[in-house]
């Protein structure tokens, strides 16, 4: 299960088939330097996303 205060790269690292969801969210830093040591919160915040939303998207995409 992915939570907000989990590091991007770590989400990421666990579950490849997240990145659709990040790029479907405009969160092309998955692949930048602020990833390595923002959490998913701290990234969505910084995108204007609404974290609980991205959270609940992520889940839905690693459950299938």
């Not at 790269?9 to 969210?25: D, G, M, Q, R």
Request: aromatic share 6%.
């Amino acid at each position: 299960m992915i939570t907000k205060d989990m590091g991007i790269t770590e989400i990421v690292s666990k579950y490849p088939e997240t990145l659709e969801v990040f790029a479907a969210y405009g969160m092309g830093c998955v692949g930048c330097m602020a990833a390595r040591f923002e959490n998913l919160e701290q990234g969505a915040m910084a995108h204007g996303i609404d974290v609980n939303k991205l959270v609940d998207d992520l889940n839905a995409k690693i459950k299938k």
